[in-house]
């Protein structure tokens, strides 16, 4: 609330107590900076409410900070029920991707936005299309990211350099070498002593070939 809206909330508690507005006219203007600061996040139609609801139960005078606390663990719950959802723009456009996330969160805080629930994602008229964003996405990571962390995910990084160059990705199909059979997306390997097997440094040349004509 602004200051020039403290005097609106003033009056309406002074409704049901008279005893909190203050008479003395410094006084006043004391009073309005006061819960003015106190009170500057929270909306006056809240503000509003938590008074009835203050006074359905007590016969105390209210204190701003009985305002400023019922607002605050109100935020904690929409933002605790929020999932948060990915914002629909470019994820390597950082400061779209940021200023949307912002804006959402700020917008649930304030109750200007009801909170994106995780059932809401996962039932309900929205299940197919979040089902259907999902499968697009991915389980995407930017790029930025992907080349910070190449140097601790070396299989990864090789995947990615060969698909950047356009080369077939060998990890798309399974190996058909007899000895390795390598799933989708598994090194290929070659057996060792007893039961042990030992992994390649890339993929069986047969791999790459058999990926290139699924591809073509």
């Known amino acids: 609330m602004t200051p020039d809206q ?124 979040a089902e259907r964003r999902r499968a697009a996405i991915g389980k995407y990571i930017p790029i930025a990211v992907d080349d910070a962390l190449s140097a601790h995910r070396p299989q990864r990084a090789a995947r990615l350099a060969v698909l950047r160059e356009g080369r077939p990705d060998a990890l798309a199909v399974p190996c058909p070498v007899e000895t390795c059979r390598a799933a989708v997306g598994a090194a290929c390997t070659r057996p060792g002593k007893g039961q042990t097997r030992h992994r390649l440094a890339g993929p069986h040349p047969s791999r790459t070939d058999y990926a290139a004509e699924r591809a073509a």
Not at 20 to 45: F, H, K, N, S
Not at 54 to 75: M, N, R
Not at 109 to 117: D, L, R
């Open 6 to 129: 403290i005097p609106q909330l003033i009056a309406q508690i002074a409704l049901a107590d008279a005893r909190v507005r203050r008479e003395d006219p410094t006084e006043q203007r004391a009073q309005v900076l006061m819960w003015a600061g106190i009170l500057a996040d929270v909306p006056l139609d809240y503000a509003v409410r938590a008074v009835q609801k203050h006074y359905a139960k007590s016969t105390w005078p209210i204190l701003p900070a009985d305002i400023a606390t019922q607002w605050a663990a109100a935020v904690r719950d929409r933002m605790s029920r929020d999932v948060d959802p990915a914002p629909p723009v470019d994820p390597d456009d950082e400061a779209a991707y940021r200023a949307h996330l912002t804006a959402h969160r700020r917008a649930v805080a304030t109750g200007q936005e009801p909170p994106v629930e995780h059932h809401a994602l996962t039932a309900g008229p929205a299940a197919a299309e």
